[in-house]
């Protein structure tokens, strides 16, 4: 284990090779969830999850990841409940992943390392009108995370895996549409919460962090289109793939992480 970490630290992405401090962050992501010191807290209502698959718009490589963008100009696509006091609505999802499969996840459960982490993100529609008044807030984000772990082919992600090779250049977009993101969840309820951050820039402290316990299972070939992704532009001469866009872990500080299940 400490080898492949070594190995993964070294093959961070050159946007975190000097990892970016956010000045005087407090409530950084992401972290190691230390089973031992998280609290189950019964108060934790179930996280209430609604999406449409009408409001799926299109695919966009910004370089970083991939990002499936939902339109967010009504409630369609929303969660509340869980941590959350207000209703925060859909408004993309992307990935995290390695060059292999022994490490690509953002945050880590005992230091356990998982292949990939999907990220839905989510802004207080309550509290605010736009996504980019809301990353500015500290209760303007809801980012839903569940690991992937590779298994079995995952069938309802082979629509999105076979629309990635027309994204394969930082910038491209291609319209994607009819997708329920619901097909990416674990049934099982369970899940940990804590106060964090976006971990790519701004890296603002806006976010309600809810991480399913339980992974989801994709196929090894499906996981490798994601890595024929590449992080640069069509018209670079040196083409670079998209592998280990992960941000190093940060400290805890003072914070607990909750869990909805004992
Ligand atoms: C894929 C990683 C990524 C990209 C973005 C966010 C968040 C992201 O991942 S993460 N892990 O949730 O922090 C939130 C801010 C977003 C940005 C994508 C580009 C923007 C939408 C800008 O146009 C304005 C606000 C930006
Ligand atoms: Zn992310």
């Known amino acids: 284990a400490t080898c492949a970490y070594k190995l993964r630290h070294e093959q961070m992405h050159p946007l975190w090779q000097t990892p970016v401090e956010a000045p005087g962050g407090n409530r950084q992501s992401p972290i190691n969830i230390h089973l031992r010191d998280s609290i189950f807290d019964p108060t934790l209502q179930p996280l209430s999850i609604r999406y449409d698959a009408r409001t799926c718009r299109q695919i966009w490589n910004n370089g970083y990841s991939f990002l499936v963008e939902y339109d967010d100009s009504t409630n369609k696509s929303r969660i509340c409940g869980g941590p959350l006091v207000d209703h925060y609505r859909l408004s993309q999802f992307h990935f995290h992943w390695g060059e292999n499969n022994l490490w690509g996840s953002e945050h880590t459960v005992d230091s356990k390392v998982y292949p990939a982490e999907l990220h839905l993100v989510h ?16 209760n303007g984000l809801a980012v839903l995370a569940v690991f992937l772990k590779v298994g079995k082919r995952h069938e309802g992600l082979q629509k999105l895996v076979d629309a990635l090779p027309a994204v394969r250049h930082k910038d491209s977009v291609v ?20 106060e964090g951050s976006l971990t790519t820039p701004p890296l603002t402290e806006s976010v309600s962090w809810i991480i399913k316990k339980r992974p989801i299972e994709v196929s090894h070939d499906q996981l490798a289109v994601f890595r024929s992704l590449l992080f640069t532009s069509a018209d670079e001469q040196e083409q670079k793939s998209m592998v280990n866009n992960f941000r190093p872990q940060q400290p805890l500080m003072n914070r607990t992480v909750r869990s909805s299940f004992s």
């Open 175 to 194: 319209e994607f549409t009819n997708f329920d993101p619901t097909c990416m969840l674990p049934t099982c309820p369970d899940y940990w919460t804590y």
């Open 123 to 138: 802004w207080n529609a309550a509290k605010y009108t736009k996504f980019e008044e809301a990353i500015m807030e500290n």
